[in-house]
C-alpha cells in the first residue's frame, strides 16, 4: 500500500463551499495541498424573483453544490467535513439541511468535525477569527492557489480564503481524530 492517500477537506455552505483537495502520508502524517476549489450559488436578482420561484432557486443552488461535491470527492480515499450546527434564521436552517443532505451523499469514510475542532487543529483556539484562520491556511500552505486580487500594486488575498482555509483547517483535524487512524487501520488489513 503506497504510504500516501488522497483526501478532501470540505467547509459546506449554501453559498460558499470551500474544498481542499491534498494528499496524507498515512506514516508521517504530513500533508500536501494539492488545490482549493470554491464552490459559490448566488441567490437570484431582484429582478428575476418575479421570474424564478425562490424555491426553484434553492433546488438549482443545491444541485450545484451536491454535483460539485460528487466531482471533488470522487478522486479521493477519505473525506473530512466540517459539520454546520445552529441556526438562527429560516434561511440558516436551509443552508444547513442541505449541506447534510450534501454530505450526507457521501459513499466515502466522512471525518465530521466540529468548528471547535477544527479551530483548535489551526489556531489553537476555538475563537480563531476568519483573517487568523486565512494567515494560519496560508502561512502552512504559501504553494496552494489561495484567492487575491491587486491592491495597490500588491497582490493580497481575499475574504473568499476563509473557506478555503477552514477547508485546509478540516485535514489537519481529521487526521488527528480517532475516525482517521481507524479507517488508516481498516485500508492497511485490506491490503495485507
Not at 424573483?49 to 443552488?61: E, G, L, P, Q, Y
Request: charged residues 20%.
Amino acid at each position: 500500500m503506497s504510504n500516501l492517500i488522497k483526501v478532501v477537506g470540505v467547509d459546506p455552505a449554501f453559498r460558499n463551499t470551500g474544498y481542499a483537495i491534498g494528499t496524507v502520508d498515512i506514516d508521517t502524517f504530513e500533508i500536501k495541498i494539492i488545490g482549493l476549489y470554491l464552490s459559490k450559488t448566488a441567490k437570484i436578482e431582484k429582478s428575476q424573483r418575479k421570474v424564478v420561484r425562490a424555491n426553484s432557486d434553492d433546488i438549482s443552488r443545491a444541485k450545484i453544490l451536491v454535483a460539485d461535491f460528487k466531482r471533488i470527492t470522487s478522486a479521493v480515499q477519505i473525506v473530512f467535513a466540517e459539520v454546520p450546527h445552529g441556526a438562527q434564521s429560516a434561511s440558516a436552517a436551509k443552508s444547513n439541511g442541505v449541506c447534510y443532505g450534501m454530505l450526507a451523499s457521501c459513499e466515502l469514510p466522512l471525518i465530521q468535525l466540529t468548528q471547535g475542532e477544527v479551530k483548535i487543529a489551526a489556531v489553537g483556539k476555538k475563537t480563531a477569527s476568519k483573517c487568523e484562520m486565512i494567515e494560519w491556511g496560508m502561512l502552512q500552505h504559501p504553494e496552494a492557489n489561495w484567492k487575491t486580487r491587486k491592491s495597490k500594486g500588491v497582490m493580497v488575498p481575499v475574504n473568499d480564503n476563509e473557506h478555503l482555509a477552514d477547508a485546509v483547517a478540516t485535514i489537519y483535524a481529521g487526521v488527528i481524530t480517532e475516525e482517521f487512524n481507524a479507517a488508516i487501520t481498516m485500508m492497511r488489513s485490506i491490503v495485507a
